[in-house]
């Protein structure tokens, strides 16, 4: 491989999941991926069994909780210290239907995992971008994001009751949302990078480890069997990170696009990646422009604007 065609990714939530799979992916090809992770523990680990496999590939493991914006901040001054340009951002880490918590800023933390940690880092390395070439932004959403409402002037679920699905779709019609806006203005901008999204459908990955409501689902026996079965045809990690990997490298693809596994709703239960529905609200400028707003002032950090 020419050093040419190496190209510089981050990844963040590489250490499990859809995260591990497209860094496999990505290792295989020979390209540089900064494993941005919140475990260093886990990441390290993660990175070890890829060497195992792929001795030759070019992986750094650096920290990132992307619900702490602290740590968001910590980690771009690091990544650009370390490594000065980017091709691809790959915003993958997040959580699934957690009891109502907040970060130390007070923010919800699906919104902040989800959402805001992403925008700000996007915001912070935007700059630093390869100016040669197309680069990418792929933003990782979700089958829920279709169900979720944006309510901009509550985003941190300060009214009302707390609902834990129902602020996982919020967090996901954000991301969405965000997604197009900002290739909207990236575009405005003349830049040679374009953003766009793909979610994975079904997984049978651990992300349920880290939620106690689809942990819970796994309970009793009735439960404990239908899993059983869903696994034998719920795609794996691999299988589900392929409309990711689309959005990262495919030869067609077009800032705003969203990819998703196709087949039965979406679902990858059968079907090949191809392009996914978007929830009508992610299409509303006068939303988007306020969701923008009120993101940099929750997150601190501004950018693309006219």
């Not at 691809?88 to 919104?111: D, F, K, T, Y």
């Not at 059968?270 to 997150?299: T, V, Y």
Request: with cysteine; hydrophobic share 40%.
């Amino acid at each position: 491989m020419k050093p040419v065609d190496k190209k510089c990714i981050v990844i963040t939530g590489a250490n499990s999941g859809i995260g591990y799979a497209a860094t496999q992916h990505f290792a295989r090809k020979g390209d540089r991926i900064i494993m941005a992770c919140r475990s260093m523990d886990k990441a390290d680990k993660a990175r070890q069994e890829i060497l195992a496999e792929v001795p030759a590939a070019d992986l750094t493991v650096l920290r990132l909780d992307v619900s702490d914006l602290e740590s968001v901040q910590a980690f771009a001054r690091q990544f650009i210290e370390q490594f000065g340009e980017l091709d691809i951002l790959i915003n993958n880490a997040g959580i699934v239907a957690i009891p109502l918590q907040r970060n130390s800023a007070g923010h919800e933390m699906q919104m902040a995992t989800n959402y805001l940690g992403a925008f700000a880092l996007t915001g912070l390395l935007l700059p630093h971008f390869r100016k040669q070439g197309e680069c990418r932004i792929v933003n990782v959403c979700s089958l829920a994001h279709r169900m979720g409402k944006l309510l901009v002037d509550d985003l941190n679920w300060d009214q009302g009751e707390y609902d834990q699905w129902q602020s996982y779709g919020r967090s996901k019609v954000a991301m969405m949302s965000h997604t197009l806006e900002l290739n909207k203005r990236l575009q405005a901008q003349g830049s040679n990078v374009i953003a766009l999204g793909a979610h994975p459908g079904f997984a049978n990955t651990n992300i349920h480890s880290n939620s106690p409501a689809l942990s819970k689902e796994k309970t009793n026996p009735v439960s404990k069997w239908f899993h059983a079965q869903m696994q034998k045809i719920i795609p794996s990690a691999t299988q589900a990170a392929q409309p990711i990997i689309l959005a990262a490298e495919g030869a067609d693809v077009k800032g705003g696009d969203y990819y998703g596994p196709g087949g039965l709703l979406e679902t990858g239960i059968c079907g090949k990646p191809g392009k996914a529905r978007i929830n009508k609200a992610a299409f509303d400028p006068a939303l988007a422009k306020q969701l923008w707003e009120k993101s940099e002032q929750l997150s601190g950090v501004g950018f693309l604007n006219a």
